[in-house]
């Protein structure tokens, strides 16, 4: 018994009597594109048996995906805090009275900035107190290690997000009367604006933070989540 010819050999062999139905004067431009539709044709056919993505790839996609359902709630958190902060509008302020605006963790009061109070509000109050004894003017873009990054990779939050979270600080009691005002407006303005960012840019502030956790834990050849 004669095997039945396949789906791609009946469509070979459609084209060939196509080929050889018209006149004898068929350009070679028409025979070059039927063959080059005979191959288009076994290209697709193989297609699904193509893998789409290398094993590495979508191992990496896989932590990435991880990651980013973990840290989507606690993102969310985080803004969440910024928002109580600013709205409270009991802002941060330079220690010295006589001090103009600037960056500090804590003041004298032991009231946080933006970013540290959230830091604290989080469940890291002892991070923060450490860290204000160590370089109470500590700035997030001059951070390359240590403990408020390794808070910053787990937090949902970018380090550049965070950048636009510490702003500067009120200025000193001295100054308090003619400029305070100014400046408390100014910065409730600034963090409320920094969070309707934050929102916006939701979805690539959280792939580009599971983006950096995942990396962090392929450097660290571990599996474990």
Not at 105 to 130: H, N
Not at 152 to 160: F, H, N, Y
Not at 196 to 219: C, I, K, W, Y
Request: proline share 4%; charged share 30%.
């Amino acid at each position: 018994m004669r095997a039945m010819p396949s789906r791609q050999m009946q469509r070979n062999l459609e084209i060939r009597r196509n080929l050889t139905a018209g006149s004898r004067t068929t350009s070679s431009a028409t025979i070059a594109f039927a063959f080059l539709c005979a191959a288009a044709g076994l290209a697709y056919a193989s297609q699904d048996r193509m893998p789409s993505k290398t094993p590495s790839v979508s191992r990496e996609s896989e932590l990435e995906a991880r990651w980013r359902s973990a840290l989507s709630d606690r993102r969310e958190k985080m803004i969440d805090l910024l928002h109580d902060y600013w709205t409270k509008g009991d802002f941060v302020q330079n220690p010295d009275p006589a001090g103009g605006q600037g960056h500090f963790l804590l003041d004298g009061r032991g009231k946080p900035c933006p970013l540290a109070s959230i830091i604290m509000e989080s469940g890291d109050r002892d991070l923060i107190e450490e860290a204000a004894k160590r370089n109470n003017n500590v700035l997030v873009a001059d951070i390359t290690e240590g403990p408020i990054l390794s808070w910053i990779l787990r937090s949902g939050l970018t380090q550049e997000e965070c950048i636009l979270i510490q702003r500067p600080s009120l200025s000193g009691d001295d100054l308090a009367r003619r400029v305070r005002p100014q400046e408390q407006k100014r910065l409730t303005a600034d963090l409320e604006q920094v969070e309707r960012s934050l929102r916006a840019n939701a979805e690539q502030g959280l792939a580009t933070a599971a983006r950096r956790m995942a990396a962090v834990q392929r450097a660290r050849n571990s599996d474990r989540f």
